[in-house]
């Protein structure tokens, strides 16, 4: 029998295979280490880094973003941005489970048709109606102020109902009509049974409720025109070549958490994004 | 034989209601309940006399009285009377709404009167009410959020698209109702027109060319990742969803940077004794947009990995084997059996991209944001529509016409839109699993 090659087909096929993913992992790496490591840089401008990545580490851009306020307020930006988030998140995650819980668990006439006309109003894109809404809050003299954006937030967030309603749906109902039978009403049906059930949905619901008004640009750059309220996705805008490490390192800082918070949900990402997918 | 169609007798109570809400329930004793109506009556009529019906009426006329400072005079705000004249008639429905809860709480009542059976105090009522209509009580506030801030906004829209709000005509200027000249100017006008289908014709082959490249660039990401011989999966998927998971005007913004005239692919251009180029600038042109599908590229693929693992993992792997039996080649197995299932189960999800891509606003806006190129009316050459609808209302003022640019978008994804709905069986499968 004829010894078997030591660069046999399959050896080949794996050796190709692994120097593809090499590449493309790279190409995603890249650009995020170059940044990583720009926020390290010892100067400012961006011309003062020489091709890719600095020569010498320190923590100046850090130091900066934090001391240094006069022009660019990081720490107020950030200030800002946290209770935008925070008190979106709370009330969002509110909003959504309830309306997820009701949807799943109740027939009512008008039910259908709700299902439907958020479907069809989810399909379309966000950013239609902004200039509209831009022209309302400028008429009702609600721009300019951090409550408003946490209402805009806030009031489009059930329309994402869907990935809880699937939760939801996998609660048996003989549970619930256990509870009924002995008398409970819906709302302590609710509160005593459902919500202490749901603790996985409702920590995924309010994570990702706290990351879109964390890194939401449009949004708080059409209403905020005071440079007092800018989040930190305007404020980071505003800088330009000559403050690069200061954008590197606000970037870097903002972008950490939300990292290690999609890593910490990834095994709920693949369903988030292909309901996603349904609902667009 | 009595007709089944004859209406019942309407009780004294019922018709009290009817005319004047609240007073049925009052004859009925229902003190409490009876009394808010009453009060919702009250001042839904006040309402109407101290400013609702003006306000219909303004919606109609958007103003009469032209503002002059010099003079003293205070005109009025055409846009504030519109938004005002809508207000009015959400008010009025809602009003209709309550008035009909409160004829069917007089029924209800008097059907139990009639029956012997006592009626509940209002506390009590609540209570029942709470608990048996627990979604209305649940629901009231989400459907009254989403109304104001997503239905009512894409109505105020759809109105001003009809007005020539906008440009040199704004408060303390009138406005007034025009019917579809917007869309004609943008059909006619020369300078809007050649602006308009010049970029109709880059904003669909941008979405086409992205939407392929982000589909097929996942799917081989995903394909490569699920062969055998990778092992370690975790590791390798976890590049892609770092770039999955920094915010994306973090990554756009750090794109301009890397491509900008002191950045670092500069740097090793002049370096090397070239002169540094304007990936971004004015007249980048085919670079810029080049750019702008990569850049989209390395922002989506990793999404479009993820949908495609997850399909992939439902793929009945007998196929498979039965292939092999039969001496299919694996190029022929992917043809045949991975390419047609993986494509038939994204459809929706194809066309749904198809439209996110078509209103990529962030894209082009933090790459090349605030250029205007010559030859296009406030608008560069990588803009997409929503791009310049945002150039031309929220950065220029021009409201009419950017309300009807924004209703030309809106039948064109609404178009695609439809046709995901209506292929998509997750609705139609919901209540199978139930």
């Known amino acids: ?280 | 034989m009595e007709h089944p169609k004859k209406r019942p007798h309407l009780s004294f109570p019922v018709k009290a209601s009817m005319c004047i809400m609240g007073t049925g329930q009052l004859l009925q004793k229902q003190w409490v309940k009876g009394l808010l109506y009453l009060a919702c009556f009250a001042a839904y009529i006040i309402y109407l006399a101290v400013m609702g019906v003006e306000d219909m009426i303004g919606f109609f006329t958007l103003g009469t009285v032209k503002g002059d400072e010099w003079l003293g005079i205070e005109g009025d705000d055409s846009i504030m009377m519109l938004l005002r004249g809508l207000l009015a008639f959400v008010i009025t429905i809602f009003f209709i709404g309550i008035h009909k809860s409160n004829i069917n709480d007089v029924r209800e009542s008097d059907r139990k009167i009639k029956a012997g059976v006592a009626l509940p105090g209002f506390k009590r009522a609540c209570e029942i009410f709470f608990d048996k209509k627990f979604y209305i009580a649940a629901l009231a506030v989400p459907v009254l959020g989403v109304m104001i801030f997503n239905i009512l906004p894409i109505v105020f829209m759809i109105l001003i698209a009809f007005t020539n709000y906008g440009g040199d005509i704004v408060p303390p200027e009138l406005v007034d109702w025009i019917g579809f000249d917007n869309f004609k100017k943008i059909l006619a006008l020369s300078e809007i027109k050649d602006t308009f289908f010049k970029i109709l014709g880059w904003n669909i082959a941008w979405a086409v060319i992205s939407t392929l490249v982000n589909y097929f660039g996942g799917l081989g990401l995903a394909l490569l990742l699920n062969k055998k011989c990778v092992r370690k999966k975790a590791f390798w998927r976890a590049f892609p969803i770092l770039a999955y998971a920094v915010p994306g005007f973090i990554t756009l913004l750090g794109f301009k940077f890397m491509f900008s005239y002191g950045g670092p692919i500069n740097y090793y251009i002049t370096l090397h004794g070239g002169s540094a180029i304007g990936f971004l600038d004015i007249d980048a042109g085919m670079k810029a947009k080049i750019i702008g599908v990569l850049v989209n590229a390395w922002i989506s693929v990793p999404t479009s990995m993820l949908l495609a693992t997850g399909i992939l993992s439902n793929i009945n792997h007998d196929l498979y084997d039965a292939a092999s039996i039969d001496g299919a080649s694996k190029w022929k197995q992917f043809i045949k059996i991975t390419l047609p299932f993986v494509v038939f189960s994204t459809t929706p999800t194809l066309i749904t991209s198809f439209v996110n891509n078509f209103n990529n606003f962030g894209i082009f806006y933090f790459l090349r944001g605030g250029l205007y190129n010559k030859g296009y009316f406030l608008a560069s050459d990588t803009d997409l529509l929503i791009n310049w609808l945002y150039n031309l209302s929220i950065d220029n003022n021009y409201y009419g016409i950017g309300a009807a640019i924004s209703l030309i978008i809106f039948l064109i994804t609404s178009t695609f839109s439809m046709i995901t709905y209506v292929r998509s069986n997750a609705y139609k499968k919901e209540d199978t699993y139930r």
């Open chain 1, 1 to 280: 029998m004829k010894k078997k090659k030591f660069w046999n087909s399959s050896r080949i096929d794996s050796l190709f295979t692994h120097i593809v993913l090499i590449a493309v992992c790279s190409v995603f790496a890249f650009p995020v280490l170059w940044l990583v490591m720009a926020s390290f840089s010892k100067s400012g401008s961006i011309y003062d880094i020489e091709g890719f990545f600095p020569d010498t580490l320190s923590l100046a851009s850090y130091k900066n973003l934090f001391l240094d306020t006069a022009m660019y307020d990081y720490p107020n930006w950030l200030k800002n941005t946290l209770f935008v988030a925070v008190f979106s998140s709370l009330i969002g995650t509110v909003l959504v489970i309830l309306t997820a819980y009701t949807i799943s668990r109740f027939e009512f006439k008008s039910r259908k048709l709700l299902m439907k006309s958020t479907l069809v109003l989810s399909m379309f894109p966000s950013f239609m109606g902004m200039t509209a809404v831009y022209l309302i809050m400028v008429n009702f003299n609600l721009i300019n102020q951090l409550w408003s954006l946490i209402l805009i937030y806030v009031a489009g967030a059930p329309m994402g109902y869907l990935v809880q309603k699937g939760y939801f749906d996998t609660i048996s109902s003989t549970i619930y009509e256990a509870a009924r039978v002995d008398g409970a009403t819906n709302f302590k049906v609710f509160t005593k049974i459902t919500l202490p059930l749901s603790k996985p949905i409702i920590v995924y619901t309010a994570l990702t409720q706290f990351a879109w008004p964390w890194s939401d640009f449009i949004l708080p750059n059409m209403l905020l025109k005071n440079k007092n309220l800018w989040t930190v996705a305007v404020g980071l805008t505003h800088l330009d070549e000559t403050q690069f490490t200061r954008f590197a390192a606000g970037s870097v800082f903002i972008a950490v958490p939300i990292v290690v918070l999609y890593f910490a949900l990834s095994k709920f990402l693949v369903a988030g994004v292909s309901d996603g997918a349904v609902k667009g």
